[in-house]
């Protein structure tokens, strides 16, 4: 048997500026973490890494900070039904309202959360906050009482120990109906020790609470673990629907993952429709629900409230009609039989 290793290395020329080995041996462990990323096998350090280390340092310091004061925010994208265009739910999506930097997004600080482990309670954090808002709305009057909201949940946070009965508290303490909750779990995510996942998912479910798959086409699940998964929904990765031209490679990845999903009993999302030509296909295509800025960017609590008066607004814009609906149906009729 054959065993391939590679090696990452880092290196730093002394310099006078050096006054003990701690600080040297410091840039060379950056310079080492940085040829990880970029796959280089070697990488020299230079001042601008090291400019770009104090700043995640710093903003690691100002995390820790945020969880304990809940600095974070959340934006709501809206999930449409693609048949008739109506308002189903919402996507909770965190933004960190920084003290000096302002309005953060997650991708410059969900990384050092999993890495650091702050990522565990700032879930709890936005979960609980995410559902209480439906409820809110729900009491309001502005939500239909199956109003559904989602709340991505990474790997680090699926095998914690605690997971089940923090998440039974929440539900209970928040008042919110187990069934509008869902929890959007990467492809990826549920792979990483899948035999626990199942173990956990199915815990999940007893909760009552719904479970999607976020991101799919883009990892490595096998048929027989998609099976045994406990899970409500499919979600289309954005990078498969951004190019589903017809004919495309994408575009016979996207009809397959809506083809599996009908067979196995599973709703399906897309994600990132952004052109009615788009919306088209995937109507074409059977696919159920949608999001993306077509429809809707991520959008804050009081831009939501005023959605949420008129949550039929598409229907005015998209040409969305009951023979738009027949002739969705004939047109799948019609790829199916090309």
């Known amino acids: 048997r054959q065993i391939f290793t590679t090696a990452s290395i880092g290196i730093v020329f002394s310099h006078p500026r050096y006054t003990d080995a701690e600080d040297l041996l410091r840039d060379a462990d950056i310079a080492m973490y940085y040829a990880k990323q970029t796959n280089t096998g070697h990488v020299i350090f230079d001042q601008i890494m090291h400019a770009r280390a104090v700043c995640l340092l710093e903003l690691e310091t100002d995390l820790r900070l945020a969880v304990e004061k809940s600095e974070f925010e959340l934006y709501y994208q809206p999930l449409v039904n693609l048949d008739n ?46 559902c209480t808002q439906v409820v809110d709305w729900q009491k309001r009057g502005l939500a239909r009482p199956s109003m559904v909201v989602s709340v991505n949940l990474s790997a680090a946070y699926l095998d914690q120990p605690g997971i089940i009965d923090q998440l039974r508290t929440i539900v209970f303490e928040t008042g919110i109906a187990p069934e509008c909750l869902k929890l959007e779990i990467t492809e990826s995510a549920v792979m990483e020790n899948a035999e626990n996942a199942v173990k956990v998912l199915n815990r999940i479910k007893e909760l009552g609470v719904r479970i999607s798959i976020d991101d799919f086409g883009t990892g490595y699940s096998s048929l027989s673990y998609l099976h045994r998964f406990p899970i409500d929904m499919l979600k289309i990765d954005r990078s498969f629907v951004s190019s589903m031209e017809e004919g495309s490679e994408n575009g016979e990845i996207v009809r397959t993952v ?28 059977g696919c159920d629900y949608g999001q993306g800025y077509l429809f809707s960017r991520p959008i804050p609590v009081a831009e939501v409230n005023k959605l949420l008066e008129d949550p039929h607004r598409w229907q005015n814009i998209l040409p969305v009609n009951d023979f738009g609906v027949i002739a969705r149906n004939l047109e799948y009729t019609q790829l199916r039989l090309q």
């Open 85 to 130: 265009v109506e308002l189903m739910g919402f996507e909770a999506l965190v933004r960190w309202n920084h003290p000096s930097r302002g309005l953060i997004t997650p991708g410059e600080f969900i990384s050092i959360a999993e890495t650091t482990g702050l990522i565990i309670p700032m879930t709890a954090q936005l979960l609980r906050m995410a």
């Open 258 to 285: 809506i083809a599996l999903a009908k067979a196995l009993n599973l709703g399906v999302i897309a994600e990132g429709i952004e052109s009615i030509h788009q919306f088209h296909q995937l109507r074409i295509l």
